[in-house]
């Protein structure tokens, strides 16, 4: 069984930043990928960004320039530097994790979620 632990949310005001951490733990083979969705009330869950294994990144377009993805493989975390935060950043943001957890077997994992407002 494979868990993701995320930490980092919170309130901050337009303009400020926030820096989300995920961890990956248990049953882990290798990492596909990880990344970050984002759900705000009233709307569908959507990808922020990720990082393949191979170092290739995607951003949403409303948070390029804003937000930087990172990943540290030792530790198997990913982080993302959320900068010059704006009130329609607000949303509960998850982290993802594309994971084999055996050679052949491969899922798609979340942690619980955290809360990140944006809000003078």
């Known amino acids: 069984q494979v868990q993701l632990v995320e930490s980092g949310g919170g309130l901050v005001q337009p303009g400020g930043s926030l820096r989300l951490s995920c961890v990956a733990s248990g049953s882990i083979f290798s990492i596909i990928s990880m990344g970050w969705y984002r759900q705000a009330p009233g709307k569908q869950r959507e990808l922020v960004a990720d990082?393949?294994?191979?170092?290739?990144?995607n951003y949403v377009d409303s948070v390029k320039g804003r937000f930087t993805i990172t990943r540290d493989n030792a530790k198997k975390a990913v982080y993302l530097q959320m900068n010059s935060l704006k009130p329609e950043d607000t949303a509960v943001y998850y982290c993802?994790?594309?994971?084999?957890?055996?050679?052949?077997?491969?899922?798609?994992?979340w942690g619980q979620g955290t809360q990140v407002t944006v809000s003078s």
């Open positions: 990082l393949n294994s191979g170092g290739g990144r």
């Open positions: 993802n994790g594309r994971i084999y957890s055996t050679h052949v077997q491969w899922d798609d994992y």
